[in-house]
């Protein structure tokens, strides 16, 4: 709000009215009129006794109010609101003569309004549900401003700042987390690598096995298609299983003689001796079965 003067030098029969500005007319103190934009004839005047003017802008206001409050987890925060008004065309009256600081009412219905709604929110509901305390603000500030000429166009909450202390800690929270949730990620594929590694091991025994076993039987097959020959005759159970552990003996032998780093090794390097371990590996297995049939 300010004091105007006429462009008549000492008289203000005449005003030029600015296009952002409400002019009102006051005679002799009192409020007339509202004037429009342009060149506008106030009425008699003599010697800017008579009339005075008290010009307020029509142009859309923003008003910054900061207000410190705690949320429900006992965090200290610092909510900065931004408010856009302006004064209403048909109200200029309750404008210029109803309040004297705008910004300071303002400012007491935002801090009633925050200091209401964050300390029954945590420090995270505060991120989210700005937008709620925006509009409440804003409801409050609409209803309550109305009767003093002023339209609120918005009421934003730009900011929810913590303390620095508060904003180092929860980095450093996140931070962790984060780090704990590497740390998992790394071990579970260490124990997939381990797993899989496990798993190809015994694939590849299972196959090496198989293959033993194979080789084993074609070897037998063999043997035994030369002993038997164009005899006729067939071979017995003991008689493979001699003749099986007679081709691990001489496969041990091979390898024996085939490490380089191996010690040296005193056998009984006889047929005998071959028939005697076959025999002790029988009568091993027959005293065997008895006493899993007994337990």
């Known amino acids: 709000m300010s004091q105007m003067s006429g462009c008549v030098p000492c008289c203000n029969c005449c005003v030029a009215v600015p296009q952002d500005q409400y002019v009102a007319v006051e ?118 401003m109305a009767a003093y000429g002023l339209e609120i166009r918005k009421a934003l909450v730009t900011e929810v700042a913590p303390d620095a202390s508060v904003v180092a800690s929860m980095n450093e929270i996140n931070k962790q987390k984060r780090l704990r949730d590497a740390a998992l990620m790394a071990a579970e594929a260490e124990k997939i690598k381990h797993v899989k590694a496990a798993e190809a091991a015994a694939d590849a025994a299972q ?57 040296t090794v005193f056998l009984n390097h006889s047929a005998g001796s071959v028939a005697d371990i076959a025999s002790q590996i029988r009568n091993g297995v027959l005293q065997a079965g008895p006493a899993q049939m007994k337990m």
């Open 207 to 263: 196959l090496q096995g198989e293959g033993i076993a194979r080789q084993r039987r074609a070897i037998i097959d063999g043997l035994r298609d030369s002993i038997t020959h164009g005899t006729g005759e067939t071979m017995s159970t003991s008689q493979i299983s001699e003749l099986l552990l007679i081709t691990q003996y001489f496969e041990t032998l091979r390898d024996v003689a085939a490490n380089n780093k191996s010690s």
């Open 27 to 144: 005679n002799f103190g009192k409020f007339n009129k509202v004037l429009s934009s342009g060149l506008q004839f106030a009425g008699f005047d003599c010697c800017g006794i008579c009339i005075t003017f008290r010009g307020v802008s029509a142009r859309v206001d923003q008003t910054f109010v900061t207000v410190s409050t705690k949320t429900k987890d006992n965090v200290f925060v610092r909510a900065q609101v931004a408010v856009q008004h302006r004064v209403q065309e048909k109200a200029v009256e309750l404008a210029l003569y109803q309040l004297s600081d705008v910004q300071g009412q303002i400012d007491s219905y935002v801090s009633d309004v925050v200091r209401s709604y964050l300390p029954v929110m945590t420090l995270d509901e505060a991120f989210e549900k700005k937008d709620d305390i925006s509009d409440a603000v804003q409801q409050k500030l609409t209803t309550e």
